[in-house]
């Protein structure tokens, strides 16, 4: 426990640093700062596969798969890549939202930071409860594996006409009829006194929406780190760094999606391959190198061949 102990102190240290001193001051953040942040980020998280091998290698946490050092490093960057691709399609619902409920740029990452403690303690709700199924009952692998493709598919001939509005959720409707609404934002503010009757601000609707919407994402994206590795703590990890960084991606590419269309058909082979995985997993062993190398590279090609369009274009 005192590695779990470690971790989960070092993520509480950075978030208080982040809303206390980092961003104490609501402020536009640039692509300049967001850059330099998403960099910071996911160098860590690269690194933190080095910090995995120590761990495992030592044996300073517990190992109920019995994993190599080598294996457990793999698995946990694999993890990493594939929650850190399906983080791209919550940036999409992201940018739609703050748009729908004319969120200002400056007040954006206060919405962010508090739906990341949200996300942080949901996800870790999740892969407990997701851990605990697959190793109590294996056959529900299967229903992971079958989910994952039916998500593909579903991703794949989902129209752009039928993308998600949030003023239209049920999310939002349920939550006019819980607490009153104001369409006007009062500075960073969540909730606002009106002629002596509490409203709730567009802030804290759209991160109530995007708390819901995150909670929605993760039914895709533990089922898929679960076929990679049920070590709890390389799931929750990769997890983690995964959102953590989150925000600061979210500002480097939210005015550059439209360059990325094409990643949207990485995350459908990565969700198919993973799906499959989990489904022939008897049948066909995949090597750990293998599910990593070709995740990276269902990435890689995506990104390339949109900014090839898009220059073609």
């Known amino acids: 426990m005192t590695v779990w102990i470690i971790f989960l102190s070092a993520i509480v240290l950075f978030l208080a640093l982040d809303l206390g001193i980092f961003n104490k001051t609501p402020h536009i953040i640039g692509a300049k700062e967001a850059s330099k942040w998403t960099a910071v980020f996911v160098t ?3 690194l933190f596969s080095g910090v995995i091998y120590w761990l495992y290698n030592n044996n300073y946490i517990e190992n109920p798969d019995g994993l190599k050092p080598i ?11 594939i929650e ?16 729908s409920f004319k969120i200002p740029k400056k ?10 403690i949200g996300a942080i303690v949901f996800r870790g709700l999740m892969i407990y409860f997701g851990v605990l199924i697959i190793n109590k009952f294996a056959w529900t692998t299967y229903l992971f594996g079958i989910f994952l493709i039916f998500t593909a598919l ?5 129209k752009e006409e039928d993308e998600f509005k949030p003023k239209n959720s049920f999310i939002y409707k349920l939550l006019g009829k819980i607490i009153p609404i104001t ?20 802030l804290f609707v759209a991160l109530i929406v995007i708390e819901v919407m995150d909670v929605v994402f993760a039914l895709d994206s533990v089922p898929a780190i679960l076929a990679i590795t049920s070590d709890p703590f390389l799931v929750f990890s990769s997890n983690i760094f995964a959102i953590l960084g989150l925000r ?8 550059m999606l439209e360059k990325f269309s094409y990643l949207e058909y990485s995350l459908i082979a990565i969700l198919s391959f993973v799906g499959l995985k989990m489904l022939l997993k008897e049948l066909i062993e995949v090597p750990e190198w293998a599910s990593l190398g070709f995740i990276a ?12 369009k898009n220059k073609d274009d």
């Open 44 to 46: 860590l998280s690269f």
């Open 248 to 255: 600061s991606m979210y500002f480097f590419l939210a005015h």
């Open 154 to 158: 579903k991703m794949l001939f989902t």
């Open 71 to 81: 294996t457990a490093s793999i698995k946990y960057l694999t993890g990493y890549l």
């Open 183 to 202: 369409h006007q934002a009062d500075k960073e503010h969540f909730f606002v006194k009106i002629d002596g009757k509490t409203f709730a601000t567009p």
């Open 84 to 99: 850190l691709s399906l983080s791209i399609d919550n940036i999409f619902v992201i940018a739609i939202i703050f748009s």
């Open 297 to 308: 590279l269902s990435l890689i090609t995506g990104v390339v061949v949109s900014l090839k």
């Open 107 to 116: 007040l954006q990452h206060r919405v962010l930071f508090w739906g990341i």
